[in-house]
Every structure is written in structure tokens, then in C-alpha cells.
């Protein structure tokens, strides 16, 4: 499980939060490679001090891709991460548009958390761009799921001249494994 809350009714980002919980694991791999693939959605909280957006809540929904290599014999590199097909809604729901994606740098595990590490929005030829943490776990047997939570805070790539604080959730399940 995975959940987010906010609140667009105070000056900059209000009050928010973010909790995951998964179902202990049983018989995590020891070596191999997977990737998981699922949902990921979230709050979207404008700070009201630029333009279009005034301050608010919004939403965002998009696809979680991890790549976890259990072979990695320091955990030091294990975890690579992605979200794509980013898209904003306002907080009626109606689209405001596609946004960029965002990439994970690499990361480790330890047992069946994996460690918190740096994403940011991916934009070419710009660093003015939305930048945070990512932090997952793993759940069921083997290993089968991931739960994570996403949280940024920069500028709303849409061009609202707002910066934005995001809160996402994501459930994600294996889609494949290899084993050497």
C-alpha cells in the first residue's frame, strides 16, 4: 500500500504527508535480474505565488519501471528507477498536459528496503527542474511487488510560473526475471 495527502488551502505547500506499508517478504532472490512495472499517482501542490495555476491542488498519474539487480554483490548499483507518461489534471480532474519523466539515479537495497536516493525531471538542456527522493520496498513472496513513494518539489514544468510540490504513490509487480 501507498498513500499521499495535501492540501492547496495554505500559503506554499500546506500540510502533506506519505506512508507505504507491504506484506513481508518471503525468499527475496539472491541473484538474477527483474523489472516491475505499474501505476503510480499523485497530489500535486501549487505554491499560489506564480501565474495560471494560483495556488491548489492538482493530481498526476503515470507508469513506474524499476530494474533491480539482485546479482549486484554490494547492493551498491542495484535499483534503477523510472516514471513515465506523466500527465497533470487539475483538481476537478480536467488535463493540463503532458509533463516530463523522471529518472532515478542508481541505488542500493538493504534486505527488502530499498534505500532512499535522488529523482528529478527529465528535461533536456535545462536544470530548472523538479527534483526529490525516491523510496520503495519490497513485498510478498520472492519478492514479487514493490511499494514506493515519490516526493519533489521545483518548478511546474507547464510554465504556471508556480513551483510545485508532488507527492506520488506507486504499486508495482514483476514483469520479468532472469537468472544466469
Do not use: H
Not at 35 to 64: C, E, K
Not at 84 to 106: E, F, K, Q, V
Not at 113 to 120: A, D, E, F, G, M
Amino acid at each position: 500500500e501507498a498513500g499521499v495527502v495535501g492540501t492547496g488551502n495554505y500559503q506554499k505547500f500546506g500540510y502533506g504527508g506519505s506512508m507505504m506499508r507491504a506484506t513481508p517478504v518471503t525468499g527475496l532472490p539472491a541473484n538474477g535480474e527483474a523489472t516491475y512495472q505499474g501505476n503510480y499517482a499523485g497530489i500535486r501542490v501549487y505554491d499560489g505565488t506564480g501565474g495560471t495555476s494560483g495556488g491548489g491542488l492538482g493530481f498526476v498519474t503515470g507508469t513506474a519501471f524499476l530494474r533491480v539487480d539482485f546479482d549486484d554483490f554490494d547492493d551498491g548499483g542495484a535499483v534503477d528507477a523510472a516514471i513515465t507518461g506523466r500527465t497533470a489534471y487539475d483538481g476537478n480532474g480536467a488535463s493540463l498536459g503532458a509533463l516530463p519523466g523522471l529518472g532515478a539515479t542508481t541505488t542500493s537495497m538493504s534486505g527488502s528496503t530499498i534505500k532512499q536516493t535522488n529523482i528529478t525531471e527529465v528535461i533536456p538542456g535545462t536544470s530548472d527542474v523538479m527534483t526529490g527522493t525516491l523510496r520503495a520496498m519490497f513485498s510478498g513472496p520472492e519478492g514479487k511487488e514493490i511499494t514506493g513513494i515519490v516526493i519533489l518539489e521545483g518548478p511546474d514544468a507547464l510554465g504556471s510560473g508556480d513551483n510545485v510540490q508532488e507527492r506520488g504513490g506507486f504499486l508495482l509487480d514483476r514483469i520479468t526475471y532472469v537468472t544466469p
